[in-house]
């Protein structure tokens, strides 16, 4: 993410919990998950227990269930976001409910939160008013310690590699070379940007720390489809270069059959659910710049043998996080969603329009049919970027408080025009899985109308810039792309050691289909710039960093690690702070 994102306003941010949402989630009685998965037919052998209300899935259950055909599968992103008004978690969670009130067997499958994100005070995806995911602490705090495998993991790989800095030789890593930084769970600017190897015995270089989310580790444990999977995956991860410039991979520290190990477990999905009951697989965790911003192949894999309607999610706008679902996850796993559902609001349309001093503006309350036709651009631009995939698209207008009759209508009637094979008015955040129904019923229509003729943005085959060219042209609306003299090099070093028929991966700003946060609405004809590209070879994917890319979150005003405290009866306050 960019500098501006990293800080109040980051990539993960969506709506603001409020006091409903924790007298909600206080109000809870959530069934036993073994009651849960016997639901969606998982077996009770099949579930490791933590707890009465988490279980890992083991993968055996995709081979009992192999011959089953797959669900439909639904693929839930947003407008360009501002504030957190456009809540893709929340959506899923809501339609995940509403297939089941109509007699399906449905879940959805969503990332699990950072501990940055938790304890520094931004939205950490558990959903909100009778949306949520529960228990919200065993979500919020550790979980089944997933991350904390992933971050061990990527520890390992450091230590390797400062230890192979200490010996190395020509063939071997080249401490100017070095690519690989650390990671933690902990959100500290302060280690950002380090000098490390200063302890004695250790060759001194500049390093850094990012959350765990923005590891190359994690990406990996997202996008395997398999154990045997995940260790060839951790083995392609290029740590350095060595003098004569070639890559040094983890295979090459021998230090990928050590992290697959520590991460033997965490590749097992986890099994949660919502406050209406409805099953959760919550895994991986990842950044919607520095990776695909979703939940892992694996969890949508066993979800799809299980359920009739399959929902997952993705951070970001759709131009990010829609594009990186079909472009990574779905190339990477092999499946093709049926349908979109695409969010959008009163608020941000009008936002879009250029007419407000920003997303906390006062004014936004007021009604303006003017400033919706205005700004609605941005949500017909989205429609039409959907479209580029070959997929159906029900737009969920999601009702505020402010709203007026007028602009809705409005607001539907451009969705209407510009491609939504339906439009839905939605009220679940208030309503629960009863609010989200007219939603299932419109999705199902639409998975049942067989509209789906999905495919890639771009062929693997093209040029690393015909790729980033044509998602910037085509998503962006950019008029042409500007390298620098580093990315230009990193594009032809990359091509050379055969690595032109990696995906592509762009980091920028969440707040505008360009670039620059500052351009709303539908920028046209702008320069996109590429200042750097960098290999993400176990992933399967190169980053395009258009801006300066911040992996490690800033200080917030008001951190919830302040306000997080344990009751005498051992209850978690404060997660609502």
């Given at each position: 993410m960019s500098d501006e994102t990293a800080s109040d306003r980051d990539a993960g941010e969506t709506r603001p919990e409020s006091r409903d949402d924790e007298a909600f989630?206080?109000?809870?009685?959530?069934?036993?998950?073994?009651?849960?998965?016997?639901?969606?037919?998982?077996?009770?052998?099949?579930?490791?227990?933590?707890?009465?209300?988490?279980?890992?899935?083991?993968?055996?259950?995709?081979?009992?269930?192999?011959?089953?055909?797959?669900?439909?599968?639904?693929?839930?992103?947003?407008?360009?976001?501002?504030?957190?008004?456009?809540?893709?978690?929340?959506?899923?969670?809501?339609?995940?409910?509403?297939?089941?009130?109509?007699?399906?067997?449905?879940?959805?499958?969503?990332?699990?939160?950072?501990?940055?994100?938790?304890?520094?005070?931004?939205?950490?995806?558990?959903?909100?008013?009778?949306?949520?995911?529960?228990?919200?602490d065993r979500l919020a705090l550790h979980l089944t310690g997933d991350l904390h495998a992933a971050s061990a993991a990527h520890a390992l790989l450091s230590s390797l590699a400062d230890a192979a800095l200490v010996k190395a030789g020509p063939d071997g890593l080249d401490t100017r070379r070095m690519v690989w930084h650390r990671c933690q769970e902990v959100a500290d600017p302060a280690l950002r940007d380090i000098v490390a190897g200063l302890g004695g015995g250790g060759v001194p270089r500049e390093s850094g720390f990012g959350l765990t989310p923005s590891s190359e580790v994690m990406a990996v444990l997202t996008l395997a489809s398999s154990l045997s999977d995940l260790r060839q995956r951790l083995g392609q991860i290029v740590v350095g270069y060595s003098q004569r410039e070639l890559p040094v991979f983890?295979?090459?520290?021998?230090a990928d059959g050590a992290m697959a190990a520590l991460m033997r477990e965490a590749i097992e999905p986890n099994l949660m659910q919502t406050l209406g009951g409805a099953p959760v697989f919550v895994h991986g965790a990842t950044t919607v710049d520095l990776s695909h911003g979703g939940s892992s192949v694996l969890a949508d894999r066993i979800a799809l043998k299980c359920c009739d309607y399959v929902v997952t999610a993705s951070d970001g706008g759709e131009e990010l996080g829609l594009e990186k679902f079909c472009d990574i996850k779905c190339r990477a796993s092999g499946l093709s969603p049926d349908a979109v559902v695409l969010i959008a609001t009163v608020s941000g349309v009008k936002y879009q329009s250029g007419r407000y001093r920003g997303p906390d503006d006062a004014r936004l309350a007021e009604a303006s049919v003017q400033a919706v036709k205005e700004g609605a651009a941005n949500l017909a631009k989205h429609l039409e970027n959907v479209r580029y995939f070959g997929l159906p698209c029900v737009v969920v207008i999601d009702r505020g408080v402010s709203d007026t009759d007028e602009e809705l209508s409005t607001l539907s009637s451009v969705a209407k025009v510009s491609g939504a094979s339906e439009v839905v008015i939605g009220n679940y955040p208030t309503e629960g899985g009863d609010g989200a129904v007219p939603l299932a019923e419109a999705v199902a229509a639409v998975c049942d109308g067989g509209a789906a003729k999905f495919s890639y943005l771009y062929d693997a085959s093209w040029s690393i810039t015909k790729k980033i060219e044509t998602i910037a042209t085509t998503l962006y609306n950019a008029g042409q792309v500007a390298y620098s003299v580093r990315a230009s090099a990193s594009i032809e070093r990359y091509t050379r050691l055969g690595w032109q028929d990696l995906a592509v991966c762009m980091a920028k700003t969440v707040y505008s289909l360009s670039h620059d946060p500052s351009m709303l609405g539908r920028p046209y004809d702008f320069v996109l710039p590429v200042e750097d590209v960098c290999v993400a070879a176990g992933a399967g994917y190169l980053v395009v960093k258009t801006g300066p890319v911040q992996s490690m979150p800033g200080p917030r005003r008001h951190p919830r690690a302040t306000a997080l405290d344990i009751a005498e009866d051992g209850r978690i306050e404060g997660l609502f702070a």
């Open positions: 989630a206080r109000s809870a009685r959530p069934r036993g998950i073994q009651e849960v998965a016997a639901g969606i037919e998982l077996q009770a052998d099949e579930l490791e227990l933590y707890g009465r209300h988490v279980a890992k899935v083991s993968l055996g259950a995709l081979d009992r269930l192999a011959d089953r055909p797959n669900g439909r599968y639904i693929h839930v992103t947003s407008m360009t976001p501002a504030a957190g008004w456009e809540d893709p978690t929340i959506t899923a969670i809501a339609l995940a409910e509403g297939f089941q009130k109509l007699g399906k067997r449905s879940a959805c499958c969503l990332m699990q939160p950072s501990l940055g994100t938790v304890l520094t005070g931004g939205s950490f995806g558990a959903g909100g008013g009778r949306c949520q995911v529960v228990p919200r983890s295979k090459s520290l021998r």
